[in-house]
Structures are given as structure tokens and as C-alpha cells.
T-cell receptor, first 116, second 118 residues
Framework: GQQLNQSPQSMFIQEGEDVSMNCTSSSIFNTWLWYKQDPGEGPVLLIALYKAGELTSNGRLTAQFGITRKDSFLNISASIPSDVGIYFCAGRQESRSTGTASKLTFGTGTRLQVTL | DTGVSQNPRHKITKRGQNVTFRCDPISEHNRLYWYRQTLGQGPEFLTYFQNEAQLEKSRLLSDRFSAERPKGSFSTLEIQRTEQGDSAMYLC????????????????FGQGTRLTVV
């Protein structure tokens, strides 16, 4: 199945550093989501974006919905050890006529490791 | 615990055997989704239900796979004649009917069932 392209694939950073990652698609999405997944667990929603150009924050996390609707960015400021995990972007193409939610298309993931 | 519950958490089975997984969604959520995640990849959509109606199925869902949600509450995913390629994490998620957009209307995932076919 289709997967969105995320970069970088993995990154090692020091505690306190800022982190940036992005997600690109060949298709347009109406909604962009960012999830974090810890080993052996399901993804946990971090941020949801619904409008092109939208910039949304959740604590130390900031995400943007690209103007072209084909990309999204996630920034983590002042990283801490518990930020370790895999970050996934996900896009959704909603039905305009029914307004119903449908499937998510996930990215390939960015693995973040934080060193003290 | 009011989250999405999946059972079992782990399943090891021999090739050719049938397996069934269960998902209990968040009680007020009427949408339920199944995804499959292989090692090093993001989750891939399999199917989703609105109440008891199965509204969409992915081409990944071969004829050996069947999902049900008979009373619009819990759901089961059955894999018949398992193959080694079926080894993966099977994730269930649920969401309320889309209304005012916000994080509370998005899919909440369970912890998954990890299937290993030997």
C-alpha cells in the first residue's frame, strides 16, 4: 500500500536540542496528523492539522500543514529523553460530500533517539 | 480503562492455522478501523466499520482475511490458513462520527496484537 515519505529516517540528538522532521506525499490530503509510537505499543496522536498553512502547537511540539496540501512538518523543541520513539505522519482524504472520515495513510516513520 | 482494548497482545501460530483477534473500541465510538504494521513500516489500512457496516476494505485484505463487527460494538479479525508473511502487528482504532474537527474526533489506537507465524 501507499506510504508517505518521511525524513529523516532516523536521528540521534542530544537532550535539549530542537528536532525537525517532515513528511511529503504525491497526493493531496485534507487532514494531516502526527502520531508517536513507543516499542510494542499503538500510535498515540500528538497533533491534528485541518487547514492548509495551519500552524499548531501542543506543548513543545509544533506542526504545520503545508500550503500545497502535500506535506507537513513537525518540530520538537528542547528534546527530553521521553521524546524517544518513532514519529509517524498520517494523511486523510475526506469525502467532501458526506464529510465522513475515512482511512489514514501513514508515513514510513522517523526514529528519534535522544542522548543525555 | 476506557481506551481501545485488543486481545490477545501476542499470538504465535503455526503456518496454516487460523487465528482470530478481538478489538473492543472506546464505548461511544461508532467507527472502528483495522490496520497492519510490519517491522520498520508505518501502519497500513485494512478495513473500517461504521457501526456494524463494513464500509471500506483495502486490497491488502486478501480472501483469507475477514473482519466482523456484528453488533456495532467489538470487532474480530480472522486470518485463515496463516502464512509467514502475515507476521505483523495488527492495530485496531476507533473514532466517533466526524463532527466538529478536533483531536477528540480522530482515531485512537489500541496496543495492537503482535502475530508471529512460524
Amino acid at each position: 500500500g501507499q506510504q508517505l515519505n518521511q525524513s529523516p529516517q532516523s536521528m540521534f540528538i542530544q537532550e535539549g536540542e530542537d528536532v525537525s522532521m517532515n513528511c511529503t506525499s504525491s497526493s493531496i490530503f485534507n487532514t494531516w496528523l502526527w502520531y508517536k509510537q513507543d516499542p510494542g505499543e499503538g500510535p498515540v496522536l500528538l497533533i491534528a492539522l485541518y487547514k492548509a498553512g495551519e500552524l499548531t502547537s501542543n506543548g513543545r511540539l509544533t506542526a504545520q500543514f503545508g500550503i500545497t496540501r502535500k506535506d507537513s512538518f513537525l518540530n520538537i523543541s528542547a528534546s527530553i529523553p521521553s521524546d524517544v520513539g518513532i514519529y509517524f505522519c498520517a494523511g486523510r482524504q475526506e469525502s467532501r460530500s458526506t464529510g465522513t472520515a475515512s482511512k489514514l495513510t501513514f508515513g514510513t516513520g522517523t526514529r528519534l533517539q535522544v542522548t543525555l | 480503562d476506557t481506551g481501545v482494548s485488543q486481545n490477545p497482545r501476542h499470538k504465535i501460530t503455526k503456518r496454516g492455522q487460523n487465528v482470530t483477534f478481538r478489538c473492543d473500541p472506546i464505548s461511544e465510538h461508532n467507527r472502528l478501523y483495522w490496520y497492519r504494521q510490519t517491522l520498520g513500516q508505518g501502519p497500513e489500512f485494512l478495513t473500517y466499520f461504521q457501526n456494524e457496516a463494513q464500509l471500506e476494505k483495502s486490497r491488502l485484505l486478501s480472501d483469507r482475511f475477514s473482519a466482523e463487527r456484528p453488533k456495532g460494538s467489538f470487532s474480530t479479525l480472522e486470518i485463515q490458513r496463516t502464512e509467514q508473511g502475515d507476521s505483523a502487528m495488527y492495530l485496531c482504532a476507533s473514532s466517533p462520527t466526524l463532527g466538529f474537527r478536533g483531536m477528540n474526533t480522530e482515531a485512537f489506537f489500541g496496543q495492537g496484537t503482535r502475530l508471529t507465524v512460524v
